[in-house]
């Protein structure tokens, strides 16, 4: 039996998200999602998908010629063949990132790669799901994401950026609107009134072509 993952799609755009937004990237979206975050814009890989050998994926990958993969879902980390999916991504040399719900135990991804790790606020509606001892695990490769969809969701954000010192644990510490659910200039302005040290972030690949999976 060969090693196989669930995947919605594979395909090739540029970075909207993270310390590497605007970059052109393979994105790997692996099927299911174990939680039900409100705004999900992905909700499309929460089933079907295909079964496709880790070979399959990698040749796929290979076809683009890319420097920058992206690992996303869908949650990755529900999918244990998800662990050598990144480990041969980094083997084959590229810059890898995972995008994480941070539910999972993140302790086994490979440390090459860029663990971007999203601390469900209360305005998800999944903030109970989140496993803080992650945040002890996470080195200036990583990053940690906050999805912002209200002024009470930004104050518990601050919090949290302080009580674990996330700004010097982490190589990036992202602050991005929920997409429509709270302003992008309000939460802009809110940043730097506070003088946060974080990157504020708006998706980019929403603005460009809007909704469309495989963008
Ligand atoms: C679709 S998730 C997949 C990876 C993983 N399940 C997670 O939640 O990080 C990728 C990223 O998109 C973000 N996201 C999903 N819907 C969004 C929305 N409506 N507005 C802004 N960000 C959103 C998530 O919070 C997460 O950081
Ligand atoms: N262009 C583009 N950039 C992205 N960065 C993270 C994405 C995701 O869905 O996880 C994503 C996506 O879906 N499209
Ligand atoms: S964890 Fe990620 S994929 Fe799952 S529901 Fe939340 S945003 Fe969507
Ligand atoms: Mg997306």
């Given at each position: 039996?060969?090693?196989?993952?669930?995947?919605?799609?594979?395909?090739?755009?540029?970075?909207?998200?993270?310390?590497?937004?605007?970059?052109?990237?393979?994105?790997?979206?692996?099927?299911?999602?174990?939680?039900?975050?409100?705004?999900?814009?992905?909700?499309?890989?929460?089933?079907?998908?295909?079964?496709?050998?880790?070979?399959?994926?990698?040749?796929?990958?290979?076809?683009?010629?890319?420097?920058?993969?992206?690992?996303?879902?869908?949650?990755?980390?529900?999918?244990?063949?998800?662990?050598?999916?990144?480990?041969?991504?980094?083997?084959?040399?590229?810059?890898?990132?995972?995008?994480?719900?941070?539910?999972?135990?993140?302790?086994?991804?490979?440390?090459?790669?860029?663990?971007?790790?999203?601390?469900?606020t209360p305005g998800s509606?999944?903030?109970?799901?989140?496993?803080?001892?992650?945040?002890?695990?996470?080195?200036?490769?990583?990053?940690?994401?906050?999805?912002?969809c209200s002024?009470?969701d930004?104050?518990?954000?601050?919090?949290?950026?302080?009580?674990?010192?996330?700004?010097?644990?982490?190589?990036?510490?992202?602050?991005?609107?929920s997409?429509?659910?709270?302003?992008?200039?309000?939460?802009?302005?809110?940043?730097?009134?506070?003088?946060?040290?974080?990157?504020?972030?708006?998706?980019?690949?929403?603005?460009?072509?809007?909704?469309?999976?495989?963008?």
């Amino acid at each position: 039996m060969q090693d196989t993952l669930r995947i919605t799609e594979v395909f090739y755009s540029l970075q909207g998200e993270t310390r590497t937004a605007g970059l052109p990237t393979v994105f790997v979206r692996l099927t299911g999602c174990p939680l039900r975050c409100q705004y999900c814009d992905s909700a499309y890989a929460f089933n079907g998908g295909t079964i496709r050998t880790l070979e399959s994926i990698l040749e796929q990958v290979a076809g683009f010629k890319p420097r920058y993969v992206c690992v996303t879902g869908g949650e990755p980390l529900a999918q244990p063949n998800a662990l050598p999916l990144l480990q041969q991504l980094c083997d084959a040399g590229y810059e890898v990132s995972l995008e994480t719900s941070g539910a999972l135990d993140i302790s086994g991804v490979d440390t090459r790669v860029s663990r971007v790790v999203d601390l469900k606020t209360p305005g998800s509606e999944e903030s109970h799901r989140n496993r803080y001892e992650n945040i002890e695990l996470l080195t200036g490769n990583d990053q940690v994401k906050f999805v912002i969809c209200s002024r009470e969701d930004y104050d518990w954000a601050v919090s949290k950026l302080i009580q674990y010192n996330l700004a010097e644990r982490a190589g990036e510490v992202l602050f991005s609107p929920s997409h429509h659910q709270v302003s992008a200039t309000d939460l802009a302005d809110w940043i730097v009134a506070d003088n946060l040290p974080v990157r504020f972030q708006l998706q980019l690949h929403k603005l460009l072509w809007n909704d469309e999976p495989g963008r």
